[in-house]
């Protein structure tokens, strides 16, 4: 039996409770300060080795080292995923050296699993309903309640909805694949609120954009497959 939990059951009853019953555990590990200076002393340590991540992070170019610590109480190995920061990204506190950090704890033995299989492995835990529902918090507002209405905020959270939908068909059918997994924040900064200028010259409009505009070939890639698509044409 794999117990895979979040930050929230990063408790002593938790890892406790899995040990009673002979189970692996991975949890991921809280912000506490004995936590962050184990972790980045493992990573700020130029002796630590970094293997590339599995999954998905792989293509972003995150990274996993390891060491053994106590925490909770007791001897565990800690795992750190490295991720680098896109551009733009928001910063975070215990960011170091353009890199965001990311620690989970197991007593699953170095034998049995290399700990970038561990760290995979506990990534699945939560997969698209735990990514969406992030998204939808972080990235387009969900976590508000803007009026004292209950059916005015009803709406609210049905246009956060649309919204969230309307980009992932964006990104599905339209974008590069590059730009599959852009979060909703920089898809908002990167294609919808972009400064340019609507003209018209030759009885067309034409859509004129600074020269410092970084995504203008995915933007015409996307223009170009959203005009081609059925209800479209």
């Known amino acids: 039996m794999w117990i895979r939990v979040d930050s929230a059951g990063y408790q002593d009853q938790v890892v406790a409770a899995a040990e009673r019953h002979g189970a692996d555990f991975t949890v991921t590990a809280r912000g506490?300060?004995?936590?962050?200076?184990?972790v980045h002393a493992l990573a700020a340590d130029p002796a630590t080795t970094w293997?590339?991540?599995?999954?998905?992070?792989?293509?972003?170019?995150?990274?996993?080292?390891?060491?053994?610590?106590?925490?909770?109480?007791?001897?565990?190995?800690?795992?750190v995923r490295r991720q680098?920061?896109?551009?733009?990204?928001?910063?975070?506190?215990?960011?170091?050296d353009g890199w965001r950090l990311h620690a989970?704890?197991?007593?699953?033995?170095?034998?049995?699993?290399?700990?970038?299989?561990?760290?995979?492995?506990?990534?699945?835990?939560?997969?698209?309903?735990?990514?969406?529902?992030?998204a939808l918090k972080n990235d387009y507002g969900m976590n508000h309640a803007p009026v004292q209405s209950f059916f005015g905020n009803w709406l609210y959270w049905q246009a956060?909805?649309?919204?969230?939908?309307?980009?992932?068909?964006?990104?599905?059918?339209?974008?590069?694949g590059d730009y599959r997994r852009t979060r909703g924040k920089r898809l908002r900064l990167g294609f919808l609120n972009v400064p340019a200028r609507l003209v018209r010259h030759g009885?067309?409009?034409h859509l004129r954009f600074g020269a410092a505009y970084r995504h203008l070939q995915a933007f015409?890639?996307?223009?170009?497959r959203l005009r081609a698509l059925p209800a479209f044409g």
Do not use: C, F, K
């Open 32 to 38: 506490y300060g004995n936590v962050n200076a184990a």
């Open 51 to 79: 293997t590339a991540a599995h999954g998905r992070e792989t293509a972003v170019g995150s990274e996993i080292a390891e060491t053994t610590t106590t925490l909770l109480g007791r001897r565990l190995r800690l795992i």
């Open 84 to 96: 680098p920061r896109a551009a733009g990204e928001q910063l975070a506190i215990d960011d170091l």
């Open 104 to 134: 989970i704890i197991t007593n699953i033995d170095t034998g049995r699993m290399d700990a970038a299989e561990v760290e995979a492995h506990h990534r699945l835990r939560g997969g698209v309903p735990e990514d969406t529902i992030r």
């Open 160 to 176: 956060v909805a649309l919204a969230h939908n309307a980009s992932l068909w964006l990104r599905t059918l339209a974008l590069p």
């Open 203 to 205: 009885r067309r409009l």
């Open 220 to 224: 015409i890639t996307a223009l170009d």
